[in-house]
């Protein structure tokens, strides 16, 4: 089979945001357009001749195309092996699950995640490096470097290989490995949990309900839950990935899973809820009719760690995402571990979890994960909380709120407005970066401001440095304000404020968070000028 080099032109868009390259499909499809970012991707990894990758991505529309061109591609730029999940399906912790227990040099996820799927929708691409993680900064500024003086790219004169046999084939030199997307991972969460324990709780009176959003945890879930632990049937729904999702948004949240919600907070409602997203690395928790905070789960999850038995001899340390509530801080400190804040994205957890700093990590924005692997884990988290449930018998409200009248609780919501003009995004934020300087010291929403800030990061393990990371308004009682534009948005621009404050009076902790937070929001408001600006009244998600 001969090696082709193709001719070609960079485009100018093809920078990766929080987590890879994320378009629409359309743009995917134009002539050149994925094979460009893919030779970008294989030009900044200059030593992969004879290494081994592995491939696949959450199913979505353009999945099982991209599969094909890749393969070709990878085998033109002198990859060894690749090993691809049947079907060209793997979830994002099942792809770091499987580069990390195969030795492999690095992986391709095709996913957009918790975007729309279908032709009018999302695509996305992005590169994970030998420890299972989203690739650095270096890297993806490395790619993008590559994308826009590329001339031609590599690819192989062949046809289509059947990606749905298991099995091992040559296609020119390379050898491809077509495997189980679920097996591995599955065994990595045996040898995590009490599959004993777990089957002994999901067996009795305890009900829950699992919702794949018709995404790539369905296969997983039924294995885990259904196949491996014994619930009833049924247990899962929406199971089966589609390529549109069934037309909704593949994210676990109060808005594009509520008929999960709804299910969770009707009359009869069973014990447990969760979700996942596009991808299965995010994750919802849900009690009977209670809703869990992701930023609350990274806490409670971190203060019972030890009822999980890998986790059994306790926690290194813990990190959040900047945006993330503070509630994983005051366990760390309780318990006597370090704990740290990083930029919004897994990318940053790599080094620290590398260097065997911190145990757990997690997002607000529904990410959980362990140094099992490098991602964000939705299943890993929804075992988890199952494991808790077993330890303690109790029910998922009364596990939160007793952790908030030990901890106190840190009220919380996030406020999206997506799909904005770009210019009016860019705007907001210049607007709040031109008060940066003189807010320190004044007085706004009943509290004083201490900090006003652009947050730049500098990783403590290689000391480099990212800048731009969110603007932040710290208050003198610990309450923070924060501002940020979406780096996976397709459309425009998503700007994200982030409110949170800390309430230790237990007397006080019962409210609903919009009311608890009134002032905050307002004054989000009033800086963004959101209202004036895009006569926008509501955000189009709270969380
Ligand atoms: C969002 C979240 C961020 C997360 C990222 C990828 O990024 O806020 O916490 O790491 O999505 O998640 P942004 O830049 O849109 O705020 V996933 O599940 O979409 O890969
Ligand atoms: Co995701």
Redesign the pocket.
């Known amino acids: 089979m001969a090696v082709l080099q193709i001719a070609t032109r960079p485009f100018a868009d093809q920078r990766p945001?929080?987590?890879g390259l994320r378009k629409k499909v359309k743009v995917f499809q134009q002539p050149h357009y994925l094979e460009n970012f893919v030779q970008s991707v294989f030009s900044a990894i200059p030593d992969r001749a004879g290494q081994t990758l592995v491939l696949g991505g959450d199913g979505r529309f353009y999945n099982r195309e991209a599969i094909q061109t890749i393969l070709r591609m990878a085998a033109a730029n002198g990859w060894g092996k690749v090993i691809v999940g049947r079907g060209g399906l793997f979830s994002t912790p099942a792809v770091s699950t499987v580069i990390r227990a195969r030795h492999a040099h690095g992986g391709i996820i095709l996913s957009a995640?918790?975007n729309a799927g279908g032709p009018d929708h999302d695509f996305g691409i992005k590169y994970n490096t030998a420890n299972g993680g989203p690739a650095s900064e270096k890297i993806t500024d490395a790619i993008w470097a590559a994308s826009k003086a590329i001339q031609s790219y590599q690819t192989l004169d062949s046809a289509d290989v059947d990606i749905d046999q298991d099995g091992e084939f040559l296609l020119g030199d390379m050898c491809v490995e077509i495997c189980d997307p679920v097996v591995e991972y599955v065994e990595l969460m045996a040898r995590i949990f009490d599959f004993a324990a777990l089957r002994r709780l999901l067996q009795g009176p305890f009900r829950m309900r699992f919702d794949a959003l018709h995404a790539i945890t369905g296969p997983y879930a039924h294995e885990i839950f259904e196949e491996r632990l014994g619930a009833p049937a049924g247990t899962v729904v929406n199971g089966v990935p589609l390529t549109n999702f069934g037309g909704g948004h593949p994210d676990p949240n109060l808005v594009y899973a509520k008929p999960l919600a709804d299910h969770l907070f009707a009359e009869d409602a069973p014990d447990f809820g969760a979700a996942s997203?596009g991808?299965g690395?995010?994750n919802m928790i849900l009690g009977r009719q209670f809703f869990v905070t992701p930023s609350d789960s990274l806490a409670v999850l971190a203060a019972h760690a030890t009822a999980i038995p890998a986790y059994r001899q306790g926690l290194k340390g813990v990190a959040r995402?900047m945006p993330t509530s503070q509630a994983a801080d005051v366990v760390a400190e309780a318990l006597g571990i370090a704990h740290y804040e990083t930029p919004?994205?897994?990318k940053f957890f790599g080094n620290l979890l590398d260097a065997g700093k911190i145990t757990f990590c997690g997002?607000e924005?529904f990410?959980t994960g362990s140094d099992h692997i490098r991602e964000k884990d939705g299943l890993w988290a929804v075992l988890a909380w199952l494991s808790v449930i077993a330890h303690t018998g109790q029910s998922v409200a009364d596990i939160v709120t007793q952790h908030w009248r030990r901890f106190g609780r840190h009220y919380y919501t996030r406020h999206d407005y997506e799909e904005l003009p770009a210019e009016i995004g860019e705007q907001i934020i210049q607007t709040i970066i031109a008060q940066l300087p003189v807010l320190p010291g004044q007085s706004l929403a009943g509290r004083s401001i201490i900090t006003a800030d652009d947050f730049t990061y500098t990783d403590p393990i290689d000391g480099s440095t990212s800048t731009h990371q969110g603007l932040r308004l710290l208050f003198a009682d610990g309450a923070r304000l924060i501002f940020?534009l979406?780096?996976?948005?397709t459309e425009g621009a998503?700007l994200?404020i982030y409110h949170e404050y800390l309430e230790k009076d237990t007397q006080r902790q019962q409210q609903d968070p919009q009311r608890a937070l009134r002032d905050l929001i307002r004054l989000g408001r009033d800086l963004t000028r959101i209202e004036s600006l895009t006569n926008r009244k509501t955000p189009t998600v709270i969380t």
């Open positions: 945001g929080t987590s995640s918790h997203d991808d690395d995010r995402s919004t994205g897994w997002e924005s990410g940020r979406s780096g996976t948005g998503t994200r």
